[in-house]
């Protein structure tokens, strides 16, 4: 008799075991269900870069959003502290501002191999965005959709690098438009789609230190 009752409980300890992954799988999860949001679908559909002033330039900050729509991303790019007139704007190979010149985000952005040209150009690179505007207050504004980025595959921009320069590109010279030396990177991140962080973030509890040596 013993295979016979055997049997019946490997059974039902399989349907329970069953039923309790079910469980789990169906229950709100607070870390998953803050990833799932993040990426609707498993689809990345929104991303930030926030800009950090070079050494000599500290007056430049600002931030880009790069947001998928239908015919491409959008790039919305708000920028303070800038000379004014146009200069030089793009996506480089590398989101690493470590240099303090900002050389250490490369060159352009260009999985294609194409030259360099203005963002209207078919034959560009794809970090090619041309250039930002400043008003006579310094303050550059950019609102474009560009058909030539992407949020994956070999032209996926996540992780790349934002870079504003001192001059303007002339969108011919190679291999970069004679813009001028770095103002300012960014690193282009997943952006988080929740609402606006405060303005203040809340005062953290200092925990007591605990003496771990004797006196
Ligand atoms: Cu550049």
Do not use: C
């Not at 295979?3 to 409980?9: D, G, N, S, Y």
């Not at 430049?60 to 704007?89: C, W």
């Not at 320069?165 to 103002?183: E, F, M, T, V, Y």
């Amino acid at each position: 008799m013993p295979a016979k009752t055997f049997v019946p409980t490997l059974a039902v300890g399989a349907a329970v075991s069953l039923a309790a992954m079910v469980a789990w799988a169906q229950a709100p999860h607070a870390t998953t269900g803050a990833h799932h949001a993040m990426m609707a679908g498993g689809t990345i559909t929104k991303a930030i870069a926030v800009l950090q002033p070079t050494k000599d330039n500290p007056g430049v900050s600002g931030t880009v959003t790069f947001t998928q729509t239908g015919s491409g991303i959008q790039v919305v790019a708000d920028i303070h502290g800038l000379t004014p007139g146009p200069h030089g704007f793009h996506i480089h190979e590398y989101g690493d501002p470590h240099s303090p010149d900002g050389m250490s985000a490369g060159g352009h952005f260009n999985p294609t191999g194409k030259p360099h040209a203005g963002p209207t150009s078919p034959a560009r690179h794809v970090g090619d965005l041309g250039n930002i505007e400043a008003d006579e207050k310094g303050h550059a504004k950019l609102d474009i959709v560009d058909p030539a980025l992407s949020f994956a595959g070999p032209t996926s921009i996540l992780g790349r690098g934002v870079v504003v320069h001192a001059k303007a590109d002339d969108l011919k010279s190679q291999p970069a438009g004679n813009a001028g030396g770095r103002l300012a990177v960014g690193v282009i991140g997943v952006a988080n789609p929740g609402p606006a962080a405060p303005a203040t973030l809340p005062t953290p509890t200092p925990t007591p230190a605990t003496r771990t040596t004797p006196k």
